[in-house]
């Protein structure tokens, strides 16, 4: 399969984005989604390409550490007790979506909002 | 276009992740996965550890139980009380921030305009100045002080390593703040939050208003100082003779007295539950050697308390050179509360004495800003404070101080409060001698510097001894009605207090039982005023049921112990129930009312779930009271919620329909002459009409479960994670204590011990952990609803025991 270099860049970005998301997260900067999305957005302005990678890599970058807590611990009471403090009763599922949809915000807006200053900034082409 | 839709969303995105918002935390730190509320999956396990712990000086042992109950050994006090802070702290941070936030006015700095009003009343009540002032009278050399600041670096090492492991406790991240270091006088504050919920009444307001609506004659006749009903005292005397001459009448209460004291009361009766006593409930008994069927001494309690998870109490055994014992003990303090060392064993209940008293401070328009007392006009202190409010403006607030205490209430007239709660206690000191005595002589001794809040002290020893102190304050006035409003102006004050030897005690008495239940804890003859029937003492039903049982002929063993603390046995029913039925012998009565009286006549009056009986009696009981009393209240307009003194009428119509069945009260006006009799009768017929229409046509399946509940409450109030409402068994009047629909407070903790089988059982509702993720948040809660005890084991038994943890911690 023939890639062309713009698009082995584009994925080696891609993956060095989502690393870098995720090692920012573990390490506490859990708003590195959104800075990595900022930088997606400047490395390909198409909003079809850059938004919805972005929001993987958020999705990524928060659901990968909360996996490994799971895995380690189990999430089923804590998800429980979330639910419980929240209001949502022992509804586990709700502080578990939460969760995600917040990191996929992260990624996808910073992403969205870059792309979308390019595509509005002069001399922008196609 | 585009480029708005995109900075509006990423607008919201990073604002909802970076701010509180529409009542959710901000989301970002709140739930990432890494530091935020995720992290209490890693708190809520627990495995075997070395630590480095600063401060330190020799390595210190903890043993954790399969069920958490630490057992920490240490070489030297420091090390244990160190030790401990750090153990209370890695379980109930949280709940001892809340504790000592609460009594420092400072809840609203975390939980917003919520909580305003509840600091202010803290503020100017003075829990934070009395801690200063106990802080301040301790010297370098006490060791509690030594205690206290051991203990406050353990809180803080674990304070420390939490922050830097992202394990703080879920509520912090989802409250979005940081826990502030911890002081010797927060741990000060933590005691004088259980002391001002155990003996801050506001009894006096409610008195007075009482006698402005209801008359003196009524108020006095209704409310008196001695309990109208028959009690079991457990100090029969003989007695002091007195030292203070007899209480001397005042004046009526006026308009704006009684204007005064409604506002001050609407005010109290507005606070958070816990803030004003209402009235204790708590069990502790002991059995001489020679009545025990293991040949020693027995001890058994169960302070009743408002059941929250995290529950109240910690349970541990702390193990150094000068100080063993096991127990309880509160998070925050660096001692055990309840327990028991090598020698004795000891265990409280509430005295209930008078500990609060109301002063109306004379002003006039020529002295502004003063007040005349003792002849002379003074000048009020001013305290100030600024109370910082999460979300909002922080709030300054002065508090006035007179000879007196705080000014709490300027509405009408200036009223200041005397509380002994105010009196700098020394505590904590007199915990840590309890646990080094050795002998009743000991026992009683470190009891001597104990002030406030009054407890029956029940003690056991390990050669068959066993007795009982009502340890504390008992504030004495010059004259006047201690148990109303009285003027501030010097010649009602506060003289001092009984002298020790005076105050309620006994030591190995003949029949070789000692018990207490809050009931009233001397005779009539008893020469110093130390309360009336309803401020507040109980109504002595518990303890008559202790009493009959420990009183029968035979001897008693642990496990007798353990049945009576749930002994659900409504001693009150059964003494009613046999009059209302006589009441009932010739009246005509429908399907269901016969159904009704089939039941209560085969009924072993025992509040248990699955009895109907217990249910009609229940409803019955409030009917009869509501028959009695409610056409009074209306008649005579009374500003007093009627359940504020549901206790004290209740003593006045058991006492009279047993005694005095023709008393005018069952004539009050609009229902014309009527006796104790017919008031029964209409009070069944209704009861069983309500009844039906509530459980169902057919009495056989009215089973109190249905309408009896409990509740453990959250102590964040987070519903949530309650656990229940249950059904259960028991009532404000059995052993097993359980008022309240549903009942909300109950045994906190559960203790027996033999010293002749050398057994040491105890249970608490809850578990060790304050996180609910925790198998340890509600694990004891089962064993505890069956009303069955744990063993308290050994270090030796609990190293070896299966599913134990040890933590190494090193300097």
Known sequence: ?126 | MNLAGALILAAAVLYVTFFPAAGLPALGPAFNPTTGAWTMAADAQVTNRMLHIAGLRQPVSVVLERDGTAHISAQTDHDLFLATGYVHARFRLFQMDLMRRQGAGRLSEVVGKAAVDSDRFELQLGLLRTAQAEWAQLQTDDQSRQALVAYAQGVNDRIAEAESMHQLDAMFTLLGYQPQSWSPIDSLLVKGDMTQTLNFTDTPLVMALLKKSLGADLSSEWFPILPPNQQSPYDIGPYAKPTIGPIETMSEVTDAEAQSAAALHQRLAALPAGLVAKGGASNNWAVGGAKSTSGGALLAGDPHLHLTLPAIWFQLTMDSPGYHAAGVGLPGTPIVLIGHNEHIAWTLTDAQNQQTFFYQEHEDAAHPGRYLWNGSWQNYKTVSYEIPVQGAKTQHLDVKLSVHGPVISERGQTTSVWWTGNLPSQDLGVLLRIGQAGNFAEFRNALRGWLAPTHNFIYADDRGNIGLISAGYYPLVAKGQPWLPMAGTGEFDVIGTIPFDDIPQAYNPPDNILWSANQRQVTSSYPYYIGTASNFFDAGYRANEIHRVLSQPGKLSADDMSALQTDTRDSLAAEIVPVLLQSLSKERLNAKESAAVDLLRSWDFRMETNSAAATIWWYFWGWYLDETFKPWWKSRAVPVDYGVVFNALGQDLEAWTLHDPGNRAFSAPGVGSRTAPDALRKSFHRLIGDAAKLLGPEPRSWSYGKVHQRVLENLAQISGLNYGPRPDRGDANTPLAAGGYPSTDGPSWRMVVDWGAQTFQAIYPGGQSENPASDWYTDRVDTWWAGKLNPMLTWDEASSAAGAWTWDLRP
Do not use: C, E, K, N
């Open chain 1, 1 to 126: 399969m023939d890639l062309g270099l713009a698009a082995v860049r584009l994925y080696i970005g891609i993956v060095l984005a989502a690393a870098l998301a995720l090692a920012g997260v573990l390490l506490g900067v859990w708003w590195s989604p959104f800075v990595v999305g900022l930088a997606l957005g400047a490395l390909d302005r198409r909003a079809r390409v850059a938004v919805p990678v972005g929001a993987a890599i958020g999705l990524l970058a928060w659901a990968i550490p909360l996996a490994a807590v799971h895995i380690q611990y189990g999430l089923g009471p804590t998800a429980q007790s979330l639910a419980a403090i929240m209001g949502f009763d022992h509804r586990g599922a709700v502080p578990v979506v939460l969760t995600l949809l917040v990191g996929t915000l992260l990624g996808a807006t910073g992403a969205w909002l870059v792309s979308a200053a390019r595509f509005m900034a002069p001399g922008r082409s196609g």
